[in-house]
């Protein structure tokens, strides 16, 4: 799958450069090479690494996903933890990790406590759990501060949204990694991102904005109201954001249930939002054959895909 994906990348920058930029390309890898190779082997001994790992795609960009959720829901976690540790994308280093405000009963302590020593994906804000009283704000601010590097991407997504890491990625691919502002725009009908906010089942701010939210002392006393209209209340105000892109249709509330703002599902999607029943997270998760790569065993006396 990687190795094709590698040929089909090659071939299609093969067919686009003409000779001359062929030749202008090579001399400038030639130079990267030779200044980023060459050191290394001068002061380590160890080249088994260069010499036997075939050369590997590197990701190309980072992004982590928060999800803003509440200590308690602990069952849910569990199910959204199997659910992304499933997927991958060659594209993309991506970090999940649950966000939650201060823990307030005795037994978060040790429960949340363990899940960290197993885990590690829990990021514990310093507020009491809210949605629209500046939880969103915290969680942007508190980045740059507390995690141990920075990412190309950082996004807020709901815990009743399906996010495909693989797609998701892919959409990002060609797109800015400065100042961009990635979502489902709201209105619904809307096919404008700037008009006018990116909804908060999941959006993406590139780490430079991330950075801005954090120093800016005007957004730290504008953090109270709907947490999604006020992120894009504040890069409007910022004159932030200049890159805006919204993934319509790939990005969509679970048919049924918000109007316009929902429709099928569809094979290429990004995301589906307001996924509350069992039912609905079962009928997505068949759609797109989540379970189906599963292989029998003898260890099971059940037939998952029959
Ligand atoms: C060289 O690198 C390989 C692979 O990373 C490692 O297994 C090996 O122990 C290293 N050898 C030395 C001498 O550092
Ligand atoms: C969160 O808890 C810590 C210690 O447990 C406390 O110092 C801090 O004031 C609390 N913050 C809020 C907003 O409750
Ligand atoms: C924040 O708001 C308070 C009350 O409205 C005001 O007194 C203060 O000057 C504001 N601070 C900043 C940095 O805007
Ligand atoms: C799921 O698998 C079925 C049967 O293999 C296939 O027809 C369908 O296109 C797949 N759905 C998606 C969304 O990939």
Redesign the pocket.
């Known amino acids: 799958m990687k190795a094709k994906l590698q040929i089909m990348m090659l071939r299609r920058v093969l067919g686009l450069a003409t000779l001359p930029t062929l030749a202008i390309v090579l001399y400038i890898c030639f130079i990267l090479f030779s200044i980023r190779v060459k050191l290394p082997l001068l002061s380590s001994s160890n080249t088994t690494d260069l010499v036997t790992k075939p050369p590997r795609l590197r990701a190309q960009f980072s992004l982590l996903i928060g999800i803003l959720t509440r200590a308690d829901k602990y069952n849910h976690r569990h199910f959204l933890r199997l659910l992304y540790g499933i997927q991958s994308s060659p594209q993309a280093d991506i970090d999940v990790k649950f966000v939650f405000c201060n823990l307030t009963k005795p037994e978060q302590r040790v429960l949340v406590a363990l899940e960290i020593m197993r885990f590690n994906d829990i990021i514990i804000l310093n507020c009491y759990e809210n949605m629209n009283s500046g939880k969103t704000y915290m969680y942007f601010s508190s980045l740059p501060r507390i995690l141990p590097h920075q990412y190309d991407y950082v996004m807020k997504a709901d815990d009743d949204v399906f996010l495909r890491l693989a797609p998701l990625a892919l959409s990002l691919q060609p797109l800015p990694r400065l100042d961009l502002y990635y979502g489902f725009v709201i209105p619904c009908a809307s096919m404008n991102p700037f008009v006018n906010y990116m909804s908060g089942m999941g959006f993406l701010l590139s780490w430079d904005i991330v950075e801005w939210i954090s120093s800016s002392k005007i957004l730290a006393n504008d953090t109270f109201g709907p947490e999604d209209k006020l992120v894009g209340k504040w890069l409007n105000m910022g004159n932030k954001a200049k890159n805006r892109f919204s993934n319509k249709p790939a990005m969509y509330d679970y048919p049924g249930t918000n109007g316009r703002c929902s429709h099928d599902l569809i094979?290429d999607?990004v995301a589906v939002h307001r996924l509350k029943r069992w039912d609905q997270w079962v009928h997505v998760l068949n759609?797109?054959?989540v379970t189906?790569e599963l292989v029998h065993s003898n260890l099971y006396s059940v037939s998952f895909n029959g």
């Open positions: 094979p999607t759609f797109f054959n189906k």
